[in-house]
């Protein structure tokens, strides 16, 4: 909330807290990236597999500390739910809401939110990228995905 504004204009679910994000000392480098723009992938150097979410191991040959790497923020979506009634209710005035498994041009598929569109308009094997968007609440920036725009 500004200054400016008064009480009265806050809506239901701005006065209710979202819930915190938790992070690990495994997971701070993603995040603190995240809070950059930049979207991090884990990168096995043994056998070369690239995973998300963040592990302590390597998925594919148990390789000890997979290391980070930077990913492009392209991907398509692989499938989607349309959100009418949310999980929590900070998030209430933003229904409907698409939340969609986006597999990454790298090969790992991330959880996320795909925003600046309509959300009829969101279909499987859709190209999106990466729209990164600052969360006042949260003071964090969450990792949205956007339909890609095309050359």
Known sequence: MTDTQSSSTITKSESIQRPRLVTTPLTEPFWDRAN???LLIQHCSNCGHRQH???NICTSCWADEPMWMSASGNGVVWTFTLVEKPGHPAWADEVPYVIALVELEEGPRMMTRIVDCPPETVAVGMPVSLAPMWD???????LSFAPAVSE
């Open 36 to 38: 950059e723009g930049e």
């Open 53 to 55: 979410y963040p592990r």
């Open 136 to 142: 006042n609440q949260l003071n964090q920036m969450l």
